[in-house]
Structures are given as structure tokens and as C-alpha cells.
């Protein structure tokens, strides 16, 4: 009986190391950078287990995926449109708040109608496309990690391949003419904000690295194409004017600068600027008080608060990974990325009335995926309990909860 119990102990013992080495190897295995390799494992477990605080948004994802099954990936090949370079393979859009000036016969140089947004920016196919590219990749790499199931991944993997690979239809790694104002320049620093979803797709390929279908040389091509884009943000006149950007535009240029460079190996390039981050993007945009003036004076004063403190939060989950603590970070005086988000909390539950030109409708609910992030990172559930009263029932499918722990 004693020997029986003792191998019963040693298999059991063998087993859990065994179970310890497999987690160990498959969180080192995936190589992420907004979302947390040891998070994304838990909630995998718990999706295959059918937890139910997973359930909704996992069934969600499933829906949204299975839609995008019969969709067929698109280039920036499909656009009428000729760059001024005259390859079609440079990326090419306009500036989303320039109009014709009307007291011009010909309406040029177009003139700034801050978040007026003007409808030909959806005659060019590129913005629209690169759209439809990084919620294909992102939303299809997640549901084959999260179930194994590997037409997922096989179809986001003809969306990536289409975008960035095939010599036929891959987009050229610049941003030239990205955000163009007629009359005026056929691309602009500003226009870097519209490849901030690249930083989505790094994470899907991240995501997909188990799958039979992405290939040594696909992460071999992918890499070196981020190389080359990461360069072109580093050394172009126009990434360079976005480096200086003091607002959003200057966070999101962080975002993807840190992301690509450690997808590409450059370690210590990306922690530089998490490190800089600190003063020039934390300290440098908040107020003692939380506030951000830069955002507040835009004419939709509450999507761009919101939407730079989206920004501070993926440069945080970024920072994370690598070794760098953006989340609790505070200033001599005071300001940081959590004050940002309290000086919010008071508009949200009604507390305050806003007070800065708002020149749309605004929906509060928009604050709920930053919400449940915030309750994870701060370990505070009244974060989490605002979501709730802000998003009600329909919160509970939202995708925040396939990428942050509970």
C-alpha cells in the first residue's frame, strides 16, 4: 500500500512539474507587447474551461470572427488613387478635418475644420482597408488562441500576407502620404496616427506563432519589414515631426516605436523611449491635477481625452513587457497616467459638468474598455464597478475581457 501511494505521489509530482515546464515554455513562447504573455495563458485556460466571466465576450469574438471567414483580405493596391510617387504600393490618405476653402474658386489650399471629419477621406481605399486588415488580423489571431482553432489563423494569415508579403499587393513600409491636405502637401507628419494599428497586428502574430500555417519565413518577413518601417519612423522628416508632437499624436508615435522595436529585436531602442516617455509624454501632457490641456482644447475635447488615455495605456501595457513601470509612474508633482484617468472619473458619474467644447455626441461607454483595464493594472474593482454602470448588460461581450485578467 505504501509503494502504491508513493508512485501515486511521484506521478503526481511528475505531473505538475511537467505542467509547470509547459506553462513556463508557453508563456515565454508568446512574444507580446500590449497584451501580458502570462495574462493572455490565464484566460485561454479559463475560455477552454468555460469560465463565465469569459463566456460573453468569448462567444462574441467567435460571432465576429466567423464573419470574417468570408471576407477577402485587402491591399493598398485596391485604391483608384496614384501616390505622387506613382506606385501604388505607398500608402495614401487625406487629412480627416480639411475642407475646401470656400472663398477659393478652386476651394485649394484645403483649410482645418477640427473634428469636422470630411467624407473624401473615404475616396481613398487605403484608410478604410488598413482598417478592415488590423481588426481581420487581430480578431481572427485571437480566436484560433483562444480555441486552436486553425481556420482562424489560417485566414488571418492571408490577410497578413496580402498587406505585407505578396510582392503583389504588399503596402510599401512608409507612411509618405498618409493624412495629405490638397494644395497644400502630399503627406504630413500627422498622418503616422493611422498606423498605430500596426502595434495590433505585431500582438496577432504573436498570437498565431503556434498555428500550422504562420511560417518561419513569414515572421522572417514580417520582421523584416517592421525593421524597415520602424526606420522609416525613426529617420523620415515626417516621423520625425511626429517624434516632437506634444499631444496625442506624440504617444501614439511611442506606442508604435516601442512595439516595433522589440518585435524586431531592438531591446534597448524600446526601452529608451519607454524610459523618455516618462518626462516627455507623462509629465510633458499631464497636469498635476489629471488634466490634459492639449486634448482639451480640441473641438471634441472628450474623444481626444479619452482617446490619448488609451494611448498612455497601451504605452504602459508596452512599458510592462519590458521591465519599464509607465502605470504607476508620478512625477515630483504629482502627474501621471492614473491621475489622467481620476481627473476623468467625475465627469463619468455625473459629479461635474463638462465644460470644454464638445461639437458631437460623445457616449461614456466609450471609457469602459480603459475602465476594466485600469480595475486590472491598479487592482481597484471601483474602476471596474463605473464600467458597469456605464456599459450595463452589454459590456460583458466586450473584447476588453478576452485581454486583461479579472
Known amino acids: 500500500m505504501n509503494h502504491l501511494i508513493r508512485r501515486s505521489l511521484m506521478i503526481l509530482l511528475c505531473q505538475c512539474v511537467l505542467a509547470s515546464a509547459w506553462s513556463v515554455a508557453q508563456t515565454s513562447a508568446l512574444r507580446l507587447f500590449l497584451l501580458d504573455p502570462a ?22 469574438l467567435i460571432k465576429d470572427a466567423d464573419k470574417l471567414l468570408t471576407k477577402e483580405p485587402v491591399s493598398v493596391m485596391e485604391k483608384p488613387q496614384v501616390p505622387p510617387s506613382g506606385d501604388k504600393h505607398d500608402y495614401m490618405s487625406l487629412g480627416r478635418y480639411f475642407w475646401p476653402d470656400p472663398t477659393k474658386p478652386d476651394g485649394l489650399p484645403y483649410i482645418n475644420r477640427d473634428g469636422e471629419v470630411n467624407p473624401e477621406v473615404y475616396e481613398m481605399s487605403d484608410y478604410r482597408n488598413h482598417g478592415t486588415m488590423v481588426d481581420a488580423v487581430s480578431t481572427l489571431a ?3 488562441y483562444l480555441t486552436d482553432h486553425e481556420s482562424y489563423a489560417e485566414h488571418a494569415v492571408r490577410f497578413i500576407r496580402t498587406w505585407f508579403i505578396d510582392s503583389t499587393t504588399r503596402m510599401n513600409p512608409n507612411f509618405d502620404f498618409a493624412q495629405g491636405i490638397k494644395g497644400k502637401n502630399p503627406g ?6 493611422e ?11 504573436g498570437l498565431l506563432a503556434g498555428s500550422k500555417g504562420w511560417t518561419p519565413d513569414d515572421q522572417r518577413q514580417m520582421v523584416a519589414w517592421f525593421d524597415r518601417f520602424l526606420s522609416w519612423l525613426q529617420t523620415s522628416d515626417n516621423g520625425r ?26 531591446r534597448d531602442a524600446a526601452k529608451d ?4 516617455a516618462k518626462t516627455e509624454r507623462i509629465a510633458g501632457q499631464i497636469e498635476p491635477d489629471g488634466s490634459q490641456p492639449r486634448e482639451l482644447a480640441r473641438t471634441t475635447s472628450k474623444h481626444y481625452t479619452a482617446f490619448n488615455l488609451e ?19 508620478q512625477s515630483d508633482d504629482g502627474r501621471g497616467i492614473r491621475k489622467a484617468l481620476d481627473w476623468v472619473i467625475p465627469y463619468l ?17 466609450a471609457y469602459y474598455p480603459l475602465l476594466i483595464k485600469a480595475s486590472a493594472v491598479f487592482r481597484d474593482q471601483s474602476y471596474g464597478e463605473l464600467a458597469k454602470t456605464l456599459a450595463g448588460a452589454r459590456g460583458r461581450s466586450h473584447r476588453i475581457h478576452l485581454l486583461v485578467g479579472n
Open 349 to 365: 458619474r455625473d459629479e461635474k459638468e463638462w465644460t470644454h467644447k464638445q461639437i458631437n455626441n460623445f457616449d461614456p461607454a
Open 195 to 205: 498606423s498605430r494599428g500596426f502595434t495590433k497586428v505585431i500582438d496577432g502574430i
Open 188 to 193: 504630413r507628419s500627422w498622418g503616422i496616427i
Open 273 to 276: 523611449v519607454l524610459e523618455r
Open 311 to 329: 494611448a498612455f495605456f497601451a504605452l504602459a501595457s508596452i512599458g510592462s513587457n519590458a521591465g519599464i513601470d509607465l502605470c504607476n509612474y
Open 241 to 266: 515631426g511626429e517624434a516632437k508632437a506634444t499631444n496625442n499624436h506624440g504617444v501614439w508615435y511611442d506606442v508604435q516605436v516601442a512595439s516595433m522595436a522589440l518585435f524586431v529585436g531592438k
Open 142 to 144: 485571437l480566436a484560433y
Open 39 to 60: 495574462t493572455m495563458m490565464k484566460i485561454k485556460s479559463e475560455c477552454l474551461t468555460h469560465d463565465p466571466s469569459r463566456e460573453p465576450a468569448l462567444k462574441q
